[in-house]
Every structure is written in C-alpha cells, then in structure tokens.
C-alpha cells in the first residue's frame, strides 16, 4: 500500500492564481482531511470529510474548497491564493471516526508571492 | 472546545539524557491520545497512543507516555535520547464525540539532541 500521498510535494503561486493539491489514499479509508501546518502554530484542520459526497469544515476553512467524489480522492482547492495562505498542507485519512490513528501524507509546501 | 498545550518549545538535549515532554489538555469527557512525530523533512508519524485501559502506554522507538486523568496531562517520556530522536514532537487529542475523529494539536515541541 502506497498510504496517502499527495501531490505536489512543493509549489509557489502568485497572488490571485489558482491550483489543487491532490490527496490519495488506498487503505479503503472512509475519513479523509487537510490540515495546514504553519511555524510554530501546530497543525489546523481546514476541511474533513466522513465519506464520498460529504464534507465539512474544520477550524480554517476561508480560502479553501473541497470536493469528494470518491472514497479515494480528496483534493483541496484555493481559488485566490493569497500570502497567508503560504504554509505546508497535509492530508490525512483515518478508519472509522471514534479516534482511531490518522495517517498522514508527505505535505505540499506552498509558497503565495 | 477541546485544547492542547505543549509547553516546551523547543528542548536540546545531549545524547543519552532522559527526556519528558509537557501535555496538557483541556476537555471534560473521555478522550483518545496520540504523540505523533516529524522528523525533518518528513511527514507526521504516530509514536503511541491512549484509547483506555493501562495509562502507561508504551510506543515505538522506546518513548511511552503516561496519561493522567487527575491532571489532564500525557506527557511524553523517554530514558535515554539518541541523535535520530532529532525531531518535532505534537501531542493530540481526540474527544469522543460528534461524527469525525476531529484531532486537536498542540503547537509541537522542537527536539534537539546533540552528540
């Protein structure tokens, strides 16, 4: 099993511009989530989703979309990239919902200039 | 709203001195635990964790953590650090509650282990 992976592992956007960052998994997961991890700060959940066709927000949703058309794919959409929104973006997913372990992919560093 | 709390920055340490990191959490009822690691460069890796049961909890790597319920704290422990221990340290906490396991981080602890 290749666990989650994501892609890109890093990109710089210009202010305004757009992009997706993809999030896989093939452990048959049905919980999947972003989390943004700047300096200093620990990690932010940005939106989960509890299976395919539903999503929710987490504690910094603004700036963000997702979409979850199957229980594999969960990608994370800026639509305006702004400079704040410069930091490393985890995904992760986990089994069921009552704290089971949450697995965790490589990142993507994104840099907003 | 459930919080954590990690109180130790950053800690340096040379090789072979025991370590304790700080946890503290805030939330009323049952909760789940987890010590996860960052080593540099790499992605988020669980080093042990507390559903229920023994609160001496034991984990990869010879860290074990021990849960507290009195004083809401899960502190990470290890006897004796190696240089490969060098790394970034969060303590999460998972309520029991709602529909997702929502973790909660604290802000991480830096580890420096030098020769």
């Known amino acids: 099993n290749a666990g989650v992976t994501q892609t890109p592992k890093f990109r710089i956007l210009k202010i305004g511009q757009s992009m997706t960052l993809q999030c896989t998994q093939d452990?048959?997961?049905?919980?999947m989530y972003w989390y943004r991890q700047d300096p200093g700060m620990g990690l932010k959940l940005i939106y989960y989703?509890?299976?395919?066709?539903?999503?929710d927000k987490g504690e910094v949703p603004n700036g963000y979309n997702v979409s979850r058309s199957t229980t594999e794919d969960f990608p994370l959409r800026l639509e305006l990239a702004a400079p704040s929104q410069t930091s490393v973006y985890f995904c992760?997913?986990?089994?069921?919902?009552?704290?089971?372990?949450?697995?965790f992919g490589p990142g993507t560093r994104l840099t907003v200039l | 709203a459930q919080s954590v709390s990690q109180h130790n920055h950053h800690v340096i340490l040379s090789e072979a001195a025991s370590l304790e990191l700080g946890c503290n959490y805030s939330?009323?009822?049952?909760?789940?635990l987890f010590w996860y690691v960052q080593y540099p460069g790499q992605h988020l890796q669980l080093l042990l964790k507390y559903f229920s049961g023994d609160p001496l909890v034991k984990g990869i790597k010879g860290f074990e953590a021990e849960f507290i319920k009195s004083k809401f704290s899960f502190n990470l422990r290890k006897p004796s650090v190696q240089w490969s221990d060098t790394a970034e340290y969060f303590c999460?906490?998972?309520?029991?509650?709602?529909?997702?396991?929502?973790?909660?981080f604290g802000t991480g602890t830096r580890l420096q282990v030098t020769l």
């Open positions: 992760a997913s986990s089994y069921s919902t009552r704290g089971t372990e949450q697995f």
């Open positions: 939330y009323g009822g049952t909760v789940n």
């Open positions: 452990m048959n997961h049905n919980y």
């Open positions: 989703s509890v299976g395919a066709g539903i999503t």
């Open positions: 999460a906490v998972n309520a029991r509650t709602g529909t997702a396991s929502k973790l909660t």
